[in-house]
């Protein structure tokens, strides 16, 4: 994602799905994007269900298709005159997941809010974000709260795999001006079994040494083959468990965005949503990018 040329930004009409649309709306008067797209999925399952215990259920849907595209309309309205971005609309129907996944393949960004309506389905299914990231290959943007100012701190979790690249090509596009710190975590491969195999304090002080050493060497590798080592790239390597660790280190330094690759070098974190990925979405009061 070298430049962001077109942003679906998803709602349900929440508070929540509001402040992404006007991140949207923010992001695409910055950076110059040529297209944006507004979307609302009506439930399929909700309509046939309502349709069911209704008469004339052919005009009561057209009734809630006209009601939802108003809404969008006025919705976009509202965000042109405070931004000058405006958006296209659309209303879909069927399942909410699958029709914002779809839509969001079409785009280079799909933004959605942290949460939406449904708080209490939220926490029994996992967040609507955290869902759409197993059905999408375009970058998801997560939105926390009401956007104040464009992107200025962000702070971007790597582990030197091709994913930590898409990480960094993601904040260059979203934020080509902000200061960026780059940080990587690391545990050293060996260290519990040389602590199970009873390896004295010395031994582990002079392996983690290399290890530190090594994970520096790597950073600045790293930096120096995307062209990334500029004057407002701050490098930051620290011992520690990543899962745990990387969310402190982003409530200690106060980035108004973290960004991350979807998954790690591990093969299970291939299959699945990385943990450090899912720990960043659920832990981060910022916005989170995720990159993929």
């Known amino acids: 994602m070298t430049r962001i040329r077109s942003i679906l930004a998803a709602t349900d009409f929440s508070p929540n799905s509001r402040h992404a649309a006007e991140r949207t709306a ?5 950076l110059g994007v040529p297209r944006g797209l507004l979307l609302h999925v009506l439930e399929e399952s909700w309509l046939e269900s309502l349709k069911r215990f209704i008469g004339s259920p052919a005009e009561v849907e057209r009734g809630i298709v006209d009601d939802a595209s108003s809404s969008l309309v006025e919705l976009t309205e509202e965000i042109r005159q405070a931004s000058g971005f405006s958006f296209e609309t659309q209303v879909r129907k069927g399942s909410t997941l699958d029709g914002i ?3 969001a393949s079409h785009h280079d960004l799909l933004v959605v809010g942290a949460h939406g309506r449904h708080p209490v ?3 029994a299914l996992g967040t609507t974000a955290q869902r759409l990231l197993g ?3 375009t970058p998801v943007l997560v939105v926390k709260g009401k956007p104040d100012r464009p992107y200025r701190r962000i702070l ?4 030197f795999s091709p994913n930590s690249q898409m990480a960094m090509e993601g904040c260059s596009a979203i934020a080509p001006e902000a200061l960026v710190r780059v940080v990587h975590v690391y545990e050293p491969l060996l260290e519990r079994q040389m602590i199970s195999a009873g390896a004295s304090d010395k031994v582990l002080e002079e392996y983690r040494a290399k290890a530190r050493i090594d994970a520096e060497t790597q950073m600045t590798a790293f930096l120096e083959a ?3 080592s500029t004057g407002r790239t701050l490098q930051h390597v620290e011992y520690g468990h990543a899962s745990a660790r990387l969310p402190e280190i982003a409530h200690e330094w106060g980035p108004d965005l973290v960004v991350v690759g979807k998954h790690g070098r591990s093969r299970v974190e291939e299959l699945l949503l990385g943990s ?3 720990h960043l979405l659920s832990q981060s ?3 989170v990018l995720v990159a993929q």
């Not at 923010?26 to 910055?30: D, I, K, R």
Request: a positive charge; glycine letters at 8%.
């Open 101 to 103: 996944a779809e839509a």
């Open 285 to 287: 009061r910022c916005d």
């Open 226 to 228: 995307g062209q990334w």
């Open 121 to 123: 389905r939220t926490l």
């Open 135 to 137: 059905k999408t290959r």
């Open 26 to 30: 923010m992001l695409g008067a910055t």
């Open 156 to 159: 971007v979790a790597v582990d």
């Open 276 to 278: 450090v990925t899912i």
